[in-house]
């Protein structure tokens, strides 16, 4: 999949006064492109890992207060957030609980504005748009690993891992059962279709359940040799993934940290890192230089 693809879906749900602008304007970055971020009020921006840049007419200004930039309004965000629902609030009433939707090959609109006393955004104020990209052989240089225990990839916001996790699933399910825990469908992007992007030929996709479920479910019925899922938050997944461990499976996760110190911190890190779960751990550079290895750590 390319990012011309990536942006022009995005651009297909954003409401039609600022589609043109954005696809014209972004078409001499597009391979940059990570985020598009729309806020009532505010000028339409454009995240790469670089620069952020904002939608004039057609083209891109590095300044917020140019007068040309065009602004995001109410308008725009209801017009959007119809296209994204399909005209369906009340059969999407989840994302609204959740701050997010998935929009088709693996792309995420995240939401703010208001939420009421039931926890549920009533009044959309900002859409975010994250680019998803699939970037074949990406992880190969440290794949292997994986044969000699679990493989933990660590990262900050935008520095990759997702990409990399994706690239992982398919090298490894090429040739061994993999099942992917896909709670937010942006690794396999799985439509009606079957997958919008390859994750491996023998790899079963359990998309849009909580990692625990899927973890534990995929263990009684589909037997896995390997378990892949992303964003390890919690206990509960450390406790999923030892009662997987016990039955043989091997692990592939991220997990939000730019260093083993930071991962300590957090309230599971400790019990993660000390599990035994994982041999490796692959640090990465961060946002500035997404996908970029910046070490390997045996754990």
């Known amino acids: 999949m390319n990012e011309r693809t990536s942006i022009d879906t995005i651009a297909g749900y954003i409401s039609e006064r600022l589609r043109e602008p954005i696809l014209h304007a972004t078409r001499t970055i597009e391979n940059e492109v990570t985020e598009i971020r729309l806020c009532i ?13 904002y939608i004039t007419n057609y083209t891109l200004t590095a ?8 602004r995001c309004t109410g308008e725009d965000i ?3 957030i119809d296209a994204v629902t399909h005209y369906s609030l009340h059969s999407h009433i989840n994302g609204f609980r959740q701050g997010y939707f998935m929009i088709g090959k693996g792309i ?5 504005g208001l939420y009421n006393s039931d926890g549920i955004i009533t009044d959309v104020t900002g859409i975010s748009f994250r680019v998803s990209r699939f970037v074949t052989g990406c992880a190969e240089p440290f794949a292997h690993l ?3 225990g679990g493989l933990l990839i660590c990262g900050g916001v935008n520095s ?8 992982l699933c398919r090298i490894v399910g ?5 099942t992917l825990i896909d709670e937010r469908n942006e690794i396999a992007a799985v439509s009606g279709d079957g997958c919008g992007n390859d994750v491996g030929v023998l790899t079963n996709v359990m998309s849009g359940c909580p990692r625990y479920t899927g973890i534990l479910s995929a263990i009684r019925s589909l037997a896995p040799e390997y378990i892949v899922c992303d964003e390890i938050a919690d206990d509960s997944d450390t406790d999923a993934m030892l009662a997987g461990a016990g039955c043989g499976v091997v ?5 939000h940290s730019d260093s083993p110190e930071a991962l300590k911190r957090r309230p599971f890190g400790e019990r993660l890192l000390s599990s035994g779960l994982f041999r490796h751990a692959v640090f990465l550079k961060g946002s500035a230089a997404p996908g970029q290895i910046l070490n390997i750590q045996e754990l």
């Open 78 to 80: 209801r017009r959007t």
């Open 63 to 70: 300044s917020s207060s140019n007068t040309s930039a065009i």
């Open 251 to 255: 692990f592939a996760a991220t997990v």
């Open 174 to 178: 090429r040739h061994s059962k993999v």
């Open 108 to 112: 995420r609109a995240g939401i703010s």
């Open 146 to 148: 994986i044969k000699s």
């Open 41 to 53: 009020g505010q000028p339409v921006a454009v995240i790469t890992p670089k620069r952020t840049a």
């Open 160 to 167: 990759g891992k997702t990409t990399l996790l994706r690239d």
